[in-house]
Structure formats: structure tokens, C-alpha cells
């Protein structure tokens, strides 16, 4: 069975095979109706799924020095010219997150000697 990365880099791939065409937005849609059919099939998700999940919207926020409820790939847009570009900086924002400092707390990161506190 495939998980969460799995179809992750599946879609970086071939993106027009599981979304229609690379894109940010369309990504976000998808991994959210994939989460929800995992759940309604009872499939519990890996600590890794659950880590993307949980963490990744609050550290993209830190990241950017945002604070927004909205979405991540809404975050990401205002970085972005269109939504081919949000798609591929994605995938590289997904690298930084898999390789960063895990040893630092969600809530609290320390920016340039402030700490920056996240709303949760």
C-alpha cells in the first residue's frame, strides 16, 4: 500500500496523471480528499503522515513569518508567479521540511535572536 510520499512523488512525476496539470492548488485538493478516504477506510496514517499533517502548515507559517489560517498552498502562492511555480516550490519546501532540525519545537523557533510564536 502506498503511502502519503509515496503518492507525493508519484504525482511530482507525473503530475497530469493524478491532478490534471502541476499544480499547487490542485495538489492541496488532492491530498486532502486522499486524506479523507484514508480515513473513512479506517486506514490509520504513519507517524510520517501525521508529522506532514500537523507540521508542516505551522512550520511554512514560521518559515515565511506569516500568520494565516489559510491553507499552505494559499501560503505558498504569495510566493509564487503562478501555480506551476507554487508546485515546484513545493516539493522543494517539502525537502526543507523533511531535513530541518527536528529537535526544535513547533510552537517556538528562534528567528534572528526573537522568539516567534505560532497561534495553535
Known amino acids: 500500500m502506498s503511502g502519503l510520499f509515496e503518492i507525493i512523488e508519484k504525482i511530482k512525476a507525473r503530475p497530469g ?3 490534471g496539470k502541476p499544480s499547487v492548488s490542485d495538489l492541496f485538493m488532492f491530498l486532502a ?3 479523507t478516504a484514508r480515513r473513512e477506510l479506517g486506514i490509520e496514517p504513519s507517524e510520517q503522515e501525521n508529522e506532514f ?3 508542516f502548515q505551522p ?3 514560521k518559515r ?5 489560517v489559510n ?3 494559499k501560503i505558498i502562492m504569495l510566493y ?3 501555480e506551476r511555480e507554487g508546485f515546484e516550490y513545493f516539493f522543494k519546501l517539502l525537502d526543507e521540511f ?8 513547533v510552537d517556538e523557533v528562534e528567528a534572528k535572536g526573537e522568539k516567534v510564536i505560532s497561534q495553535r
Open 80 to 82: 509564487s508567479v503562478d
Open 53 to 55: 499533517y500537523g507540521e
Open 17 to 19: 496523471m493524478y491532478i
Open 98 to 105: 523533511c531535513q530541518r532540525d527536528k529537535s526544535l519545537k
Open 59 to 61: 512550520w511554512l507559517q
Open 33 to 35: 480528499g486522499y486524506k
Open 71 to 73: 491553507s499552505w498552498a
Open 64 to 68: 515565511f513569518k506569516v500568520q494565516s
